[in-house]
């Protein structure tokens, strides 16, 4: 569903403030500042899984710099470094590896041109190439920042400046939270009848895996497809199912699982063989164990 908001300046100045525990965040400190309309960022953050694309302007800037005629008279939110736009199309275009949630930047009007108030920021978010949300608010003063978000998950974010005719300003503080589901640890047992856990490499056999359920872990609620064990995610070797019974004693049912030793992947130089899964509502959690590889 596409969702457009123009916000008007109280609002948006209410929404400036630190990212969340845990979001990325770009403030561009860790570039030099290009101070030129030429010098375009684009794969600077391809680390952080971010890939700019900017058309023919969007490039680093400080506040302090009298590179061009009349200065920015603008200072970073972030830090002095920003990105800065000052050409004739104002926007760029900015492309994640895997979509991200609560993705939201920092934006200032510059110096440049006479201020003209009905100027305004827009960023539209995108997923799997379809537009899900938009956001715009108007330019404030010069050197007033304000905050622009996306709620929705987005994998592609496209921001331009509208009606500045010649108005430069700023983009700084970039902040997302990945998307990734997070992974809950959980106890397993390779070989239960041994301290050792040795799996002879190159075996047709199988190796006995325990799933142990807890009181926050029903084993019953695993997705039993999504179950992968060791390196290359053997799948349970079982025709009917995987068998469950109480091993340890406490009243909770736990999952045997058994694995072709073959399609696990181990080698020699592995010390630990780990289990991972999803239960039915999407939790995705892993176990490992200490595992003692023989054989060639």
Known sequence: ?????????????????????????IDFEDQPAANNSH???????????????PTDDGATWDGISAAESGGWQISGSNGPTFLGFDGESYAISLLFDEPVEGFALD???????????????????????QIVESS?????????????????????????????????????????TSQ??????????VRPDSDENPIQLGSRGVVPVVLYGEVDFIVEDVDIDTLA???DGAFIAHRNG????????DGLLDMILHHRIQDTGLTAYDSEACLVG??????????????MPVGH
């Open 1 to 25: 569903m596409k969702r457009i908001q123009l916000i008007g300046l109280g609002a948006a100045l209410s929404l400036l403030g630190a990212p969340p525990i845990g979001a990325a965040v």
């Open 39 to 53: 010098s375009l960022i684009r794969y600077e953050y391809a680390d952080m899984g971010a890939t700019f694309f």
């Open 107 to 129: 934006v200032a009007r510059a110096a440049g041109a006479p201020p003209f108030y009905m100027d305004y920021f827009q960023m539209t978010g995108f997923l799997d190439g």
């Open 136 to 176: 715009a608010v108007y330019f404030a003063a010069v050197d007033v920042w304000q905050t622009v978000s996306l709620t929705s998950p987005v994998d592609k974010v496209v921001w331009f400046g509208i009606g500045l005719r010649g108005h430069r300003y700023g983009v700084d503080n970039l902040r997302w």
């Open 180 to 189: 990734a589901p997070q992974l809950s640890a959980v106890q397993i047992d």
């Open 229 to 231: 064990f060791g390196p």
């Open 242 to 249: 995987p068998h469950f019974d109480d091993i340890d004693g």
């Open 278 to 291: 999803q239960t039915t509502d999407g939790l995705s959690f892993e176990g490992c164990d200490d595992v």
